[in-house]
């Protein structure tokens, strides 16, 4: 009999896919599920080794009963466009490859690969977020250049007049004309976000998110509540933590606007394995959720409220989530964005680089 060691050794190698792998025996119980599979079931290994395929995801009678004549007449077949329902989780759309299979003990079985579909949509669609975003940053260092030199020159010539005035009254204008070239080149310096490399350190995710979930504690009206649910195995990673500290407290201190006097805030962190940002699959990244049960983003701006100027509320000036984005993408991560009344989730996607 083929033992789960055994069965482990043999795939060892399909961890390294972004495809969800999973091996059925002839009763379609589970005997393996590579990394993929775990985060595409959002559940772990051991949870699944053992256990009916039916009774981890919820799959139509019609998948079910093709799964079974595959075992039964020893057929391969492609279904596509399944939909298969993690419980408790949202439904997924994948292609699926069901390929019979036999082990050294000729025992039957299934090798099921499953493709899922909004995944590939997700992929593209950051990687051309994250291509927007690099040329939304190119243009704003060029303006940024256009802006500054006549700004400076502006800011100059209203010194050498001020000097030259004799009449107290008038040096009001001149002040004026200065605060106002000041205040104009500290929004363009906040709209390019930080210029320096990011500083490489040990960091503790969830100091980092206590850290800013105390500093909304201190100011939150009575009727806000601002709760965690963490997953304590995320180990320290190398990262750039004041950084990822702005990162967090914009979107958290969004969160707060949103829920006003009453709401519910959460803070959650999270580990999925095999995940790729942007073009680059990574082994480990973290992910860091807040979520707040506000009114939602706009649906109309909802693709646009990571570019700069684009903002949701009415005295918003739309740079923070961009500001956060890029600085997200500085240190090799992804903010995304899922919103509805009552369900406002950002999620912040960081590679765990092991110290």
Do not use: W
């Not at 792998?21 to 002839?26: A, G, I, M, W």
């Not at 040096?171 to 930080?194: C, K, Q």
């Amino acid at each position: 009999m083929t033992t789960d060691t055994d069965i482990l050794g043999e795939f060892a190698l399909l961890d390294q896919l972004s495809t969800s792998v999973l091996l059925l025996d002839k009763k379609l119980h589970i005997v393996y599920a590579n990394a993929a599979a775990e985060q595409l079931m959002s559940t772990s290994r051991q949870r699944t080794l053992g256990k009916r395929l039916i009774d981890i995801v919820a799959v139509s009678d019609e998948l079910l009963q093709r799964l079974r004549d595959a075992i039964a007449h020893n057929q391969s077949f492609t279904d596509r466009q399944a939909t298969l329902e993690p419980h408790g989780y949202d439904p997924v759309v994948v292609d699926c490859v069901i390929t019979p299979h036999t082990t050294q003990n000729n025992q039957r079985g299934l090798l099921v690969e499953i493709d899922a579909l909004d995944r590939s949509l997700r992929i593209a669609r950051e990687e051309a977020m994250l291509s927007q975003q690099e040329h939304t940053r190119s243009l704003l260092r060029g303006l940024a250049h256009e802006i500054k030199n006549p700004l400076g020159g502006l800011r100059g010539a209203a010194q050498l007049l001020d000097k030259q005035l004799i009449e107290p009254e008038l040096h009001e204008y001149t002040s004026i004309i200065m605060d106002e070239a000041d205040r104009l080149r500290v929004l363009i310096d906040r709209m390019l976000g930080p210029v320096t490399r990011p500083q490489r350190e040990a960091v503790n995710i969830h100091e980092a998110l206590e850290h800013v979930r105390k500093i909304l504690l201190v100011g939150a009206p009575s009727g806000v509540k601002i709760q965690f649910d963490y997953d304590v195995s995320i180990p320290e990673f190398t990262s750039d933590r004041d950084r990822l500290i702005q990162v967090i407290l914009n979107i958290a201190g969004n969160a707060m606007n949103a829920v006003g006097d009453n709401g519910n805030i959460l803070f959650k962190s999270r580990v999925i394995s095999s995940f790729t940002i942007g073009a680059e699959r990574h082994p480990l990244v973290a992910s860091l959720e807040i979520q707040d049960d506000g009114p939602g983003v706009p649906a109309d701006i909802l693709d646009q409220i990571f570019y700069p100027m684009v903002s949701g509320t009415d005295n918003g000036t739309g740079l923070g989530l961009s500001i956060a984005q890029s600085i997200t993408n500085q240190i090799g991560g992804l903010i995304e964005c899922h919103s509805e009344p009552g369900n406002t989730v950002f999620t912040i996607l960081i590679p765990l680089e092991l110290t």
